[in-house]
């Protein structure tokens, strides 16, 4: 009997699985989304005839992003 009790109470407690509720994760996702599609226009697109901003400071800024990432630039 005695050592019945000990076993159990020695037992390691398994943990509560992780259960993130998914309508608390799609806000995040949407935003990591199009903070990456605004990430990718700007370094992968936004020069010439698709320019949103005047001037090549955007191109410049990202210049090194382009090479590094694959986009040809010149």
Do not use: K, N
């Not at 509720?21 to 020069?47: H, K, N, T």
Request: net charge neutral.
């Amino acid at each position: 009997m005695a050592q019945t009790a000990l076993s159990r109470q020695s037992a390691v407690p398994q943990p509560a699985p992780l259960r993130i509720p998914v309508r608390d994760i799609v806000p995040w996702a949407v935003l990591a989304a199009v903070l990456g599609l605004v990430l990718i226009y700007f370094v992968g697109a936004e020069q010439g005839a698709t320019s949103l901003i005047s001037g090549s400071w955007v191109h410049e800024f990202t210049h090194d992003g382009r090479h590094l990432l694959g986009f040809p630039c010149h």
